[in-house]
């Protein structure tokens, strides 16, 4: 077997082992074309059975809620984050959407580019080490919809549970925690993610959405940038990620074997508490900055008394093959990233580490 390393990136991230097996295995010769999947029409008979299957798994995998479509685009969540409101925010309208840290916040500044824009719920007076409390949360009629972040990748918070928005669109980012636990599509009127982190390769970005919030766009905005323009031709209007696509519906597959959401769900929760455990119980020499109701289990994030000793942590780990461990730069400190594809195995190598640590510098 290869050797493999303890791979905590926060995106792109960890891709399981046996879908990299498996995509190697067919790479050259494609299930008996003589050709890998980059080389064939994307109109093709071969390459269309692998996108449908991958739009029918997501959907199935999400309980196979009537009246949702998946659309397979390019650009990443961060130009979702200007096309939901081209779409989506008509005149007279506004925006609403909560402030919960860094994606939120680039969501909010491209929202501001296109229409009226309004925050209706932020945790920035708390440095945005919880979600918003949004339970009594009250919306004007006038709302096209409310944008939330379901889980803060950078500063390491995520929502546990969603807010009720009744006949207003709840639309969410869960770029970085779609498909780690079960959801109940029905309370959503679109959701979207970058594949890199939880389901793929980069290069591809899932929308999935009610029908009808996304059959009718402008018609005064670029033909690529409209919903309908994707759901009218099965997201085949131009040449798509193929090669992502079809990494995509393969990590499908494995979520399968792992025993869909509820199975992954309860692997992901076991992993964040061994290291979330490993925090509480070390008597302050590591410290979890994020209020326990708001503890991500997908970017847990974590703090040495000062900046040395976490520069050392880093330099240590990399030497033991922990990769990816360093904050995100805007906030300094350690992050674990522990998306669905990272072992529980890897989790336990790095709190044997931490324990290790502790001791010798505790
Ligand atoms: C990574 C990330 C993004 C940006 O995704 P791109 O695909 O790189 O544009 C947006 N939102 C969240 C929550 C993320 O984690």
Redesign the pocket.
């Known amino acids: 077997m290869s050797k493999r390393a303890y791979n905590f990136n926060a995106?792109p991230a960890a891709l399981p082992l046996e879908v990299l097996e498996r995509a190697q295995a067919e790479f050259v010769d494609f299930r008996g074309t003589g050709m890998s999947i980059m080389e064939m029409s994307h109109r093709g008979k071969v390459y269309e059975e692998v996108h449908n299957e991958a739009e029918s798994r997501l959907l199935s995998l999400l309980g196979d809620v009537k009246g949702y479509k998946v659309l397979f685009l390019q650009?990443?969540?961060?130009?979702q984050f200007a096309m939901l409101p081209m779409n989506l925010l008509s005149q007279g309208k506004v925006a609403s959407y909560v402030h919960s840290g860094s994606?939120a916040d680039?969501?909010i500044k491209e929202a501001k580019l296109i229409g009226e824009t309004q925050i209706v719920a932020s945790s920035e007076a708390n440095k945005f080490m919880s979600i918003p409390d949004l339970s009594g949360i009250q919306l004007s009629d006038q709302s096209a919809y409310l944008h939330v972040?379901?889980?803060?990748?950078i500063e390491g918070t995520q929502y546990q549970v969603y807010p009720d928005t009744g006949n207003i669109p709840l639309i969410a980012?869960m770029?970085?925690d779609i498909l780690s636990r079960e959801i109940d599509l029905n309370q959503f009127g679109l959701i979207y993610a970058?594949a890199?982190?939880n389901l793929g390769p980069?290069g591809v970005?899932i929308v999935i959405a009610r029908e009808d919030l996304i059959s009718e766009s402008p018609k005064n905005i670029p033909t690529m940038m409209r919903y309908n323009t994707h759901l009218s031709n099965n997201s085949l209007y131009n040449t798509p990620p193929a090669f992502s696509v079809y990494m995509v519906n393969e990590v499908l597959k494995w979520i399968g074997e792992q025993g869909s959401l509820a199975g992954l769900e309860k692997i992901n929760r076991k992993k964040a508490q061994l290291i979330y455990d490993t925090i509480d119980n070390s008597g302050g020499f590591y410290r979890g900055p994020v209020e326990a109701g708001s503890r991500s289990i997908m970017n847990v994030t974590f703090r040495l008394t000062n900046e040395e000793l976490e520069k050392q942590f880093i330099k240590e780990s990399e030497q033991e093959g922990f990769i990816g461990l360093k904050g995100h730069r805007s906030v300094g400190g350690l992050r674990a990233s522990i998306y669905n594809a990272v072992p529980y195995e890897s989790c336990k190598a790095l709190t044997d580490f931490m324990l290790h640590f502790q001791k010798s510098n505790g």
């Open positions: 995106g650009g990443g969540a961060s130009t994606w680039k969501a972040t379901s889980n803060e990748t980012d770029s970085s970058g890199q982190k980069s970005t």
